[in-house]
């Protein structure tokens, strides 16, 4: 496809484009044009090219078109959320509060101060170690799972000897 003085060979796949030539796509391109770029962005809704894109759009707003690439980005991606099994999201301490209870006596379970504890559900990165402790004093187990577009599988970890 040719458009304006950028010249990319037929075949050559969206992600492989220089930014100058998606741009131009998107700007001047019709559907024919714009199939690959879609293709590449569906088949991986949050990935690099389809972030690459949205950066594009920043940088060069297109009159018209930026909105619509977006959204569509967006539902893309809403519909690559939605293919997994829907499961809650709770924090540690939501997750406490659920299951019936206080700081205090978690933390006599765990044999930590109230206030550790505190600090701990607060905590943006928690060892696994610390993670499948606080797990088993609430009475479950953790599992840890690979994640991609592809598959989902557990990943099994040996049990720690503390």
């Given at each position: 496809?040719?458009?304006?003085?950028?010249?990319?060979?037929?075949?050559?796949?969206?992600?492989?484009?220089?930014?100058?030539?998606?741009?131009?796509?998107?700007?001047?391109?019709?559907?024919?044009?714009?199939?690959?770029?879609?293709?590449?962005?569906?088949?991986d809704?949050?990935?690099?090219?389809?972030?690459?894109?949205?950066?594009?759009?920043?940088?060069?707003?297109?009159?018209?078109?930026?909105?619509?690439?977006?959204?569509?980005?967006?539902?893309?991606?809403?519909r690559?959320?939605?293919?997994?099994?829907?499961?809650?999201?709770?924090?540690?301490a939501?997750?406490?509060?659920?299951?019936?209870?206080?700081?205090?006596?978690?933390?006599?379970?765990?044999?930590?101060?109230?206030?550790?504890?505190?600090?701990l559900?607060?905590?943006?990165?928690?060892?696994?170690?610390?993670?499948?402790?606080?797990?088993?004093?609430?009475?479950?187990?953790?599992?840890?799972?690979?994640?991609?577009?592809?598959?989902?599988?557990?990943?099994?970890m040996?049990?720690?000897?503390?």
């Amino acid at each position: 496809m040719i458009h304006r003085h950028l010249s990319v060979r037929h075949g050559v796949p969206a992600e492989g484009m220089p930014s100058a030539a998606v741009i131009d796509i998107l700007e001047r391109g019709d559907l024919h044009d714009w199939r690959p770029i879609a293709a590449a962005i569906a088949h991986d809704p949050n990935g690099e090219f389809a972030e690459r894109v949205m950066h594009l759009l920043d940088a060069h707003p297109l009159y018209g078109t930026s909105p619509l690439w977006r959204s569509w980005i967006d539902r893309c991606r809403a519909r690559a959320e939605g293919s997994w099994r829907q499961r809650p999201s709770v924090g540690l301490a939501a997750l406490r509060v659920e299951l019936g209870l206080t700081q205090v006596q978690l933390a006599g379970r765990r044999r930590m101060s109230q206030s550790d504890l505190s600090k701990l559900e607060r905590r943006g990165d928690v060892r696994l170690s610390t993670l499948r402790a606080h797990v088993k004093a609430l009475g479950g187990r953790l599992r840890v799972l690979f994640v991609s577009d592809r598959r989902e599988v557990e990943i099994r970890m040996p049990e720690s000897k503390s």
